[in-house]
């Protein structure tokens, strides 16, 4: 069975999650600015965390081109899901950041193959552990939205 005209081909599936995965890592190296400037005790891992979405950030700008595409810039902001006052909201927001990276890299995963597939299973497994350090407890599912729960939650 052919695939549809619309539906993109394998590689074109993996240029978007590659691209997509590139966006929610702009995202992140914006938001950990927003983290690191209140995490109080903490800033020492929103910088590290920081550090590495910046070195995920240029390893998926190098794997997008090398799929053949163009890398998307970041955006100038983001906007935050609410007002980061106080530290605790700035972990709040990190796991979340690592929610939606984890995301992306589950996606990146499914389209993906080789190196880049094993890459992106990395950067999952990371985002999972970061999320869970902010948070102070795991997921069931991470990367996977519509089956995260708390872990011990049933």
Same mark, same amino acid.
Do not use: C, I
């Given at each position: 069975?052919?695939? %549809?005209? $619309? $539906?993109? $081909?394998? =590689? ?7 691209? =997509?995965?590139?966006? @929610? !890592?702009?995202?992140? +190296?914006?938001?950990? /600015? ?5 995490? /109080? ?22 794997? +997008?081109?090398?799929? /053949? /595409? %163009?890398?998307?810039? %970041? ?8 007002? #980061?006052?106080? @530290? ?7 796991? !979340?950041? !690592?929610?939606? #990276?984890?995301? @992306? ?13 094993? !890459?992106?299973?990395?950067?999952? %497994?990371?985002? =999972? ?9 795991? +997921? ?10 708390? =872990?011990?939650? $049933?």
């Amino acid at each position: 069975m052919k695939p %549809s005209p $619309s $539906s993109p $081909s394998p =590689a074109g599936r993996a240029l978007d999650a590659a691209q =997509a995965a590139l966006a @929610a !890592e702009h995202a992140a +190296v914006y938001g950990y /600015g927003v983290v690191g400037a209140r995490a /109080g005790e903490r800033a020492g891992e929103a910088r590290e965390a920081h550090g590495t979405h910046l070195a995920r950030r240029d390893a998926l700008a190098r794997a +997008v081109r090398d799929l /053949g /595409g %163009s890398p998307r810039p %970041s955006d100038p902001a983001y906007a935050l899901p609410y007002e #980061v006052r106080t @530290a605790g909201d700035a972990e709040r927001l990190a796991a !979340e950041v !690592e929610d939606r #990276v984890a995301g @992306a890299y589950a996606d990146l995963v499914r389209a993906a193959d080789g190196p880049l597939r094993r !890459e992106a299973a990395d950067a999952l %497994s990371a985002a =999972a552990v970061r999320a869970a350090r902010w948070r102070g407890g795991g +997921v069931a599912f991470p990367g996977l939205a519509e089956h995260a729960r708390p =872990a011990g939650n $049933s």
